[in-house]
C-alpha cells in the first residue's frame, strides 16, 4: 500500500468508527496490506486489492472467544 493509500483509509477508518485513535502501520517485508491499531493494540490487517482496473480494501478482524467471555 502507498502512503497516500495509508493516510486515506486511516481517515476512513477513524471517521467510520468515530475514533481517532485508531492507526494503520506498515508490516514488516509485506507490501501488500497494513496493520490497523487501537493504540497498542493490535485489531486487524487492511489488505489492498486491485484487480479488472478496480482498488478495494479488505478489513480483517479476528475475535477469540476469549476476548468475547464476560460480555
Known amino acids: ?3 497516500t493509500d495509508i493516510a486515506q483509509v486511516q481517515t476512513y477508518m477513524r471517521k467510520r468508527f468515530a475514533n481517532p485513535r485508531i492507526g494503520l502501520i506498515r ?3 509485506k507490501t501488500d496490506s497494513v496493520e490497523v491499531m487501537l493504540d497498542d ?4 490487517v487492511v489488505y489492498k ?3 479488472d482496473g478496480e482498488t478495494c480494501f479488505h478489513f480483517q478482524m479476528t475475535m477469540l472467544d476469549i476476548d468475547l467471555e464476560g460480555l
Open 41 to 44: 493494540e493490535f485489531l486487524g
Open 27 to 29: 508490516r514488516e517485508k
Open 1 to 3: 500500500m502507498t502512503p
Open 49 to 51: 486489492d486491485v484487480e
